[in-house]
């Protein structure tokens, strides 16, 4: 595990709008839009037989929220041959679509405002549960044509080898 280190310059929170993702080794171009990572943990009420009046609780099970990814629509076909590994029209009998390879880990990174990676977050075991290929088509619009994906996932964790950076210093022109 990685040292942490105290970037005594830095009081600033990170930014929400430099980020990238990474799948299959490769980012994935042109994503605009990453939902929050979030988790819950069931409650779980018990008591005691000596004590009638109170409960206890205790942590159950832990949900993962699904990850929506949001991304201009370009020629890139990422975002639709993995939807296709779920489903694929056309898939008759004898032609199914194999699940073997439907799962994929992600990572999630920020980056400061200089542009040098501050934290990521490796999501585990990705599936696509919903694919929009298109936004509506608004001929009165003046807007980007959107694709969205929501990935299912069991879970994910800060990667702590990520350590922080040592954010450069202004310097004067000469």
Known sequence: MA??????????????????????????AGISKCSALKRSTEVVEHREGGDPSSSRKSPGRTKFEGITLERGVTHDTEFEKWANKVWNFGSGLGAEVSLKDFRKDIIIEVYNEAGQLAIAYRVYRCWVSEYQAQADLDANANAVLIQTLKLENEGWE???????????GFTEPA
């Not at 040292?3 to 994935?28: E, H, L, T």
């Open 158 to 168: 800060r990667d702590y080898d990520v350590a922080e950076p040592s954010e450069p």
């Open 3 to 28: 040292q942490f280190s105290v970037n005594a310059s830095r009081f600033d929170p990170y930014k929400n709008f430099k980020f990238r993702i990474k799948w299959d080794g490769r980012y994935v």
